[in-house]
Nanobody, 115 residues
Framework: QVQLVESGGGLVQAGGSLRLSCAAS????????MGWYRQAPGNQRELVAS???????NYANSVKGRFTISRGNAKNTVYLQMNNLKPEDTDVYYC?????????WGQGTQVTVSS
């Protein structure tokens, strides 16, 4: 089992910045992918950004140039630096890890961007 704990959400004005953090613990294989997804009520959960254990990154087109995903030195942590936030970025953000053939999810953290 893997546990994911997120932090860093909150309320920010448009144009502002937030940094989300996620720490993973439990049975984690060295080869894994961590990422951030977001979901608004009634919508499907969508990928925001992901990063492999090798450092390869992938971003949704809507956040390219504004968001940056990175790994911590401990490798089982992942960060999402969100700059130039827009009201349409308002969502619940979920940390995700794929490891040993299974997906795991955090509890979600609310990000609200006011106009």
């Amino acid at each position: 089992q893997v546990q994911l704990v997120e932090s860093g959400g909150g309320l920010v004005q448009a144009g502002g910045s937030l940094r989300l953090s996620c720490a993973a613990s439990g049975s984690i294989f060295s080869i894994n992918t961590m990422g951030w997804y977001r979901q608004a009520p009634g919508n499907q959960r969508e990928l925001v950004a992901s990063i492999t254990s090798g450092g390869s990154t992938n971003y949704a087109n809507s956040v390219k140039g504004r968001f940056t995903i990175s790994r911590g030195n401990a490798k089982n942590t992942v960060y999402l630096q969100m700059n130039n936030l827009k009201p349409e970025d308002t969502d619940v953000y979920y940390c995700n890890m794929w490891t040993m053939g299974s997906y795991y999810w955090g509890q979600g953290t609310q990000v609200t961007v006011s106009s």
